[in-house]
């Protein structure tokens, strides 16, 4: 089983939309949980961050944490084409220093 | 701030040859730096860890005599890849973690990313 499992997609919404993109973890322990989001051929972006369990929200952006079913979402509101681009859940494994990343969402907002 | 470049942004090079690429933080000392390895549709993949002044730690199944790692100062680190073949044609990531306690987001291990090197290889 991966530490990290994401849906790739791609999906595909119309402008508007409410988009959901959600990863499942696997170890119990990890407590930092990052979204980040990535253009073609570009570098990855923080986008949100949230340690342990709950909701923050960034505007458009809702990051969600369910540690009692390892369960993480990110909720973008308002779709716009900008949007447009790969997101990427990753969580923080402390006690190897390191970061693990899904696989990635590939999301196209239609105008 | 927290910029984090690479150069180049990309690179064509004969099999064979060996290729560096540079990372840099412009406006904080980066004591660990990451690189990754990303083959298209797919996801970030750790190849090591460096800390300033060390040798770097290589993840698991990473040829370390292939892909040199120096992080000679605190704000630049190099990844050479020795003689170079089609396979190793991917986007090579760095990301830098600066000194101190905590990040802006309270973790210790928080990151910034460069932008990205295209290697090809042919």
């Known amino acids: 089983q991966k530490e990290v499992e994401q849906d790739p997609g791609p999906l595909s919404v119309p402008e508007g939309a409410i988009v959901s993109l959600n990863c499942t973890y696997s170890?119990?322990?990890?407590?930092?949980f990052m979204w980040y989001r990535q253009y073609s051929r570009k570098g990855p972006e923080l986008l949100m961050y949230?340690?342990?369990?709950g909701n923050k929200e960034d505007g458009r952006f809702t990051a969600q944490v369910d540690k009692s079913s390892k369960y993480i979402s990110l909720f973008i509101r308002d779709s716009q084409p900008s949007d447009s681009a790969t997101y990427l859940c990753?969580?923080?494994?402390?006690?190897?220093?390191?970061?693990?990343f899904g696989s990635g969402t590939r999301l196209s907002i239609r105008p | 701030g927290a910029v984090v470049s690479q150069h180049p942004s990309r690179v064509i090079c004969k099999s064979g040859t060996s290729v560096k690429i540079e990372c840099r933080s412009l406006?904080?000392?980066?004591?660990?730096m990451f690189w990754y390895r990303q083959f298209p549709k797919q996801s970030l993949m750790l190849m090591a860890t460096?800390?300033?002044?060390?040798?770097?730690?290589?993840e698991q199944g990473v040829e370390k005599d292939k892909f040199l790692i120096n992080h000679a100062s605190l704000t630049l680190s190099t990844l050479t890849v020795t003689s170079a073949h089609p396979e190793d044609s991917s986007f090579y990531i760095c990301?830098?973690?600066?000194?101190?306690?905590?990040?802006?987001?309270?973790?210790?291990?928080?990151?910034?990313f460069g932008p990205g090197t295209r290697l090809t290889v042919t």
């Open positions: 990301s830098a973690r600066g000194s101190g306690d905590r990040g802006l987001y309270g973790s210790s291990y928080e990151q910034y």
């Open positions: 170890n119990s322990a990890f407590q930092y």
């Open positions: 949230t340690y342990s369990s």
């Open positions: 990753a969580i923080e494994d402390s006690s190897a220093s390191k970061i693990i």
């Open positions: 406006d904080f000392q980066a004591t660990t």
């Open positions: 460096s800390n300033e002044g060390s040798k770097a730690t290589y």
